[in-house]
């Protein structure tokens, strides 16, 4: 199954896309990669579905990439003796290290590290920023705040903190336990939540050592004020702006959309766009017109891969949602003017032997017109390169690991096949043909550029590029 888009589909299961038929109907109608939220469902949960994603990769002979999506810690006021209090604009309010239950002037707080790193000044807000706070004393004991933005506070709700780098890693004992539950089963992807410094990714990849790729979700403006370290050390990055539009003024988010998407390029590691960009089809069979435009933005923005949250995963429409995205998709591929934005926005290559293949690969593809770029990869890090340069004629990339294939799902213009190493640079060549001929890239005749590197099985060493007939080498 090939799919007639570059950028990928993500997509999040859930009650509504929970059982083998609808998640077969998902991948048929455009998705390239499974999320699963570990904020909801057991270990038990993650398996099954796990299973079902690859007894139908089996079915239908082709690679799913499969990203589990740790919880991050979850930051929460505690209890109301009332289950809830009306808090008035101007009014004082504590947050403190008592357990009594709370009322209209207090309630307890049980994040000592949040009360410790708390100053004058800092911005607080609650409930996804329905209530706003700000901090006029603190202590390690207690903070007392003014009300900025008035409304009722309920039982455990949602805390953050956009001024205030707290002294926490990413990591909960919670996300240990799902992440080794993860890598045990095999997923392909772990992203990071509330990622706020570089050290939080190494964290996870010393865990996984190298057993799955690790993505960070830059939500925190804390992350942000770091982001060229947290790009340098992650292996793809989501820009999660639904948080990230609580904790910092939400006319900035379309900036930052763009700032992370090309940064992330010129790093040469995929980036995914997500959260609400088809939100009313949730309950609605199509999406509003500002919502296609948006996932349109991001498909002309170059992103590797768009992602639906609730509306694959609890939303009414969850089939008919993928389906839509990728209609968008492959409208605005098909657009004149989509070749010439992603073409203004190639980076210069680095000072490397593989970067300088890559971009040599891209210029005689379009210049002779050549019908695929095939890629021999081990650990697909020749088929990131490519990606990178964002060439005009499709990538084929083909690997001795299934593995590699997975992770690839995620990467813009790259179609992934499972096949056994080349022996030779003849073998290689011929294959390399045969596979472009049979996947529908190219026909008898076409001619294809080749890349790889020798020694084969190197991972890393891309260094050799080669052009080729379709059905005889020259």
Not at 209 to 217: E, Q, S, T, Y
Not at 248 to 261: A, D, H, S, Y
Request: with cysteine; hydrophobic share 45%.
């Amino acid at each position: 199954m090939r799919r007639l888009r570059r950028v990928k589909i993500v997509a999040t299961l859930g009650p509504a896309s929970q059982d083998v038929e609808t998640i077969r109907k998902l991948f048929q109608v455009g998705v390239d990669v499974f999320r699963i939220n570990m904020s909801h469902g057991s270990h038990a949960d993650l398996r099954e579905r796990v299973e079902m994603i690859r007894g139908i990769e089996k079915t239908e002979g082709r690679p799913i990439g499969i990203l589990v999506d740790l919880q991050g810690p979850k930051l929460r006021v505690g209890e109301f003796a009332q289950k809830s209090a009306q808090l008035e604009k101007g009014q004082t309010f504590v947050l403190d290290s008592d357990k009594t239950p709370g009322d209209a002037t207090r309630v307890y707080l049980p994040h000592p590290e949040i009360l410790q790193a708390l100053g004058p000044g800092h911005t607080i807000l609650i409930d996804d920023g329905k209530i706003a706070l700000h901090v006029i004393e603190a202590t390690p004991e207690r903070a007392t705040c003014m009300v900025d933005v008035a409304g009722v506070i309920s039982n455990r709700k949602g805390v953050s903190l956009p001024d205030t780098d707290i002294p926490v890693s990413a990591m909960t004992e919670k996300d240990r336990s799902d992440l080794e539950a993860a890598l045990n089963i095999g997923v392909d992807w772990i992203a990071v939540s509330f990622v706020q410094r570089p050290e939080d990714i190494a964290d996870v990849k010393k865990t996984a050592r190298g057993r799955a790729l690790v993505l960070a979700k830059i939500e925190k403006p804390q992350a942000i004020a770091r982001l060229d370290e947290i790009i340098e050390i992650s292996d793809a990055l989501m820009v999660a702006r639904g948080d990230l539009g609580v904790e910092m003024p939400i006319e900035k988010v379309p900036g930052l959309q763009k700032r992370i998407t090309r940064m992330a390029r010129r790093h040469g590691k995929p980036v995914v766009v997500a959260t609400q960009m088809l939100e009313s089809m949730i309950t609605a069979p199509v999406p509003t017109r500002a919502e296609v435009s948006d996932v349109a933005t991001a498909v002309f923005e170059g992103a590797d891969a768009v992602m639906l949250s609730a509306e694959s995963a609890a939303g009414k429409y969850p089939v008919e949602s993928v389906a839509m995205m990728n209609r968008i998709a492959e409208e605005v591929e098909r657009d004149p003017l989509f070749t010439s934005i992603i073409t203004a926005q190639r980076a210069a290559p680095e000072a490397t032997g593989a970067d300088a293949i890559a971009v040599a690969a891209r210029d005689v593809a379009e210049t002779l017109d050549l019908k695929a770029i095939i890629a021999w990869t081990s650990s697909g890090s020749t088929a990131f390169r490519i990606a990178r340069e964002r060439p005009s004629p499709p990538i084929l990339a083909l690997t001795p690991k299934i593995n590699t294939a997975r992770r690839l799902s995620i990467v813009w213009g790259v179609h992934a096949v499972v096949t056994k190493d080349a022996h030779d640079i003849g073998d290689m060549a011929s294959r390399g043909c045969k596979f472009s001929n049979r996947e529908g890239f190219s026909r008898e005749g076409d001619r294809v550029i080749i890349v790889a590197g020798v020694p084969f099985g190197t991972p890393g060493a891309t260094n050799m590029l080669r052009i080729a007939f379709s059905g005889s080498e020259k």
